[in-house]
């Protein structure tokens, strides 16, 4: 007499479906010493809703003919989250964070505000999930469901791509240490910033705004490149390396 599924949450209310034979007419479904509630009844099956319990219990049916043989059921507390990382990401989504905390190896879901996303679950305290899409800049709250319930409590916060506007000024030395300032959108986040592949030293002064100091390069234009959380930012050829007079 199979049961499906065979794990629910502490709490009950998990849908349950015991099949087997001469179960018409069924007058009780016991999960241990509680009554479940029968919501659909045929000769071959019971579908019930479980009762809130604790640990392993035994299942059983009991019709005018008798008692079945017992079934396990196991209950399962609500997940607890402790860390989310990283904390943001792109508003696009596709970049993989992990979660750990404790009873996670049954999670489903992991919802992050309105949209789903389906997890690997890497062990009881451990999961990996790729973020999907966000519906704009901002956080959104995290939630994991699992077979002992949903449990929120952690936060998410999608980024925008940033973009790169001005570079002033646009040329300096080959020899470095030209102060620039880049104006933009979306630059809080900033993580990096390289001048034809080489990374420079930098400060966020605003969404808008990073000062950077060139590092040493060849002459001739070079592509820079601005990396946030949100996603990376490249102008074309932005900065220019003059090389020193010489006689």
Request: negative net charge; without cysteine; proline residues 6%.
């Amino acid at each position: 007499m199979p049961i499906s599924p065979n794990q629910g949450s502490t709490g009950g209310g998990t849908t349950v479906t015991i099949t087997g034979v001469n179960l018409a007419n069924a007058t009780a479904v016991k999960f241990g010493s509680k009554l479940a509630t029968i919501t659909a009844n045929t000769p071959t099956s019971v579908t019930v809703g479980s009762p809130s319990g604790a640990g392993v219990v035994d299942v059983t049916v009991t019709t005018v003919g008798g008692t079945s043989n017992p079934l396990s059921f196991f209950y399962i507390g609500a997940p607890f989250k402790s860390v989310l990382s990283p904390t943001s990401g792109p508003t696009a989504g596709t970049n993989t964070v992990t979660i750990n905390g404790t009873g996670l190896s049954t999670a489903s879901a992991v919802n992050f505000g309105a949209n789903a996303a389906t997890p690997t679950v890497i062990s009881d305290s451990q999961l990996s999930v790729v973020v999907p899409q966000g519906a704009g800049p901002g956080a959104v709250s995290v939630s994991v469901t699992t077979a002992g319930g949903t449990n929120n409590g952690l936060s998410y916060t999608y980024v925008d791509t940033p973009t790169v506007t001005t570079l002033s000024p646009n040329s300096g030395s080959t020899s470095g240490g030209t102060a620039v300032t880049i104006t933009g959108t979306n630059l809080s986040t900033t993580q990096s910033i390289t001048f034809d592949g080489v990374t420079a030293p930098f400060t966020v002064v605003s969404s808008t705004t990073v000062s950077v100091v060139t590092p040493t390069g060849t002459a001739g234009a070079v592509d820079v490149v601005v990396t946030t959380t949100g996603g990376s930012a490249t102008e074309v050829g932005g900065f220019t390396y003059v090389g020193g007079p010489g006689i």
